[in-house]
C-alpha cells in the first residue's frame, strides 16, 4: 500500500483560473473596463471643450479690443472713424435671425418633430451663409471707398476685428453644414443630439461677440 504524504502547510493556495470577461454588457467588471464610454459622458466631453473654446475666443477679442482703446489714446488725432457700411446693419439681422432660427430647430429636433426641425435648420444655415458673403461685400465696399488695412489705425483694427470673427463662423458654420449633410444624405441613421446642441451653442456665442463689436465699432471706434 503506498504511503500516504501530508500536505505541505503553508504553501500557496490552489489557483483557479477565471473565465475571460466580456465588455459591452450590463454584466461586465465593476471598473467599467471594456465598455464604451456612454453617450451621457461623451456629449458632456464635447460641451466642456466648446466652451473651452468659447473662453478662448473670448480673450482673444478682448485682447483685440483692449489694443484698439490703448492705440486710440496714446494719438488720438490720426484715429479717423470709419463710415459703417449700409450692409453692416442687414448682416447684423441676419445673424441674429440665424440664431434665433437654429435655435428653434433644435426645440423641433428634441420634440421629434423632424420635418419641422429640416427646414428651420436649412434656414438658419442660409442666414449665416449669408452673413459670411455679407462680410465679404462690406470689406469691398470699404475698399472701394479708400478705407484699406494700413490707411489709419480705425480701419486697420475693423478688419483684423472683422476677420476674426469670420474665421470663427467659418469654423461654426462647418457644424452647420455637417449637420445638414447628415440630415439630408442619411436621414435613416439617427444623429446625434449632442452634435447638433454644441454647434447651436457655439453660433449664439458668435452673436453675442458680433453684437458686442457693432456696438464698439458704431458706439466707440
Known amino acids: 500500500m503506498p504511503a500516504l504524504t501530508e500536505p505541505k502547510v503553508g504553501g500557496p493556495p490552489p489557483i483557479t483560473p477565471l473565465p475571460p470577461r466580456r465588455g459591452g454588457g450590463n454584466n461586465g467588471d465593476d471598473n ?17 471643450a ?3 473654446g468659447m473662453c478662448a475666443s473670448t480673450m482673444t477679442f478682448a485682447a ?7 492705440r486710440r489714446g496714446l494719438n488720438p488725432t490720426d484715429w ?13 439681422l441676419a445673424l441674429i435671425l440665424s440664431s434665433i432660427v437654429l435655435d428653434m430647430a433644435g426645440r423641433a429636433f428634441r420634440a421629434g418633430d423632424r420635418p419641422k426641425f429640416r427646414k428651420l435648420w436649412l434656414a438658419g444655415t ?8 455679407g462680410q465679404a461685400i462690406n470689406w469691398t465696399f470699404l475698399a472701394q471707398n479708400g478705407f484699406y488695412l494700413r490707411q489709419n489705425p ?17 469654423g461654426a458654420i462647418g457644424g ?3 449637420v445638414t449633410y447628415r440630415m439630408m444624405a442619411t436621414p435613416a441613421i439617427p444623429m446625434n443630439r449632442n452634435v447638433l446642441e454644441v454647434s447651436v451653442i457655439f453660433w449664439h456665442f458668435l452673436d453675442i461677440m458680433w453684437l458686442l463689436l457693432m456696438a ?4 466707440w471706434a
Not at 442660409?126 to 458673403?133: I, M
Not at 480701419?155 to 470673427?165: K, M, N
Request: positive net charge; hydrophobic residues 60%.
Open 32 to 48: 467599467g473596463q471594456g465598455r464604451r464610454p456612454s453617450a451621457e459622458a461623451s456629449g458632456s466631453m464635447v460641451r466642456i
Open 50 to 52: 466648446v466652451y473651452i
Open 64 to 70: 483685440l479690443a483692449s489694443a484698439m482703446v490703448v
Open 80 to 92: 479717423h472713424r470709419l463710415p459703417v457700411p449700409p450692409l453692416l446693419w442687414i448682416n447684423t
Open 126 to 133: 442660409a442666414l449665416g451663409t449669408w452673413f459670411l458673403v
Open 154 to 170: 480705425a480701419s486697420a483694427f475693423f478688419y483684423v476685428l472683422t476677420w476674426a470673427h469670420a474665421a470663427h463662423v467659418i
Open 176 to 178: 452647420l453644414y455637417y
Open 216 to 219: 464698439i465699432f458704431v458706439f
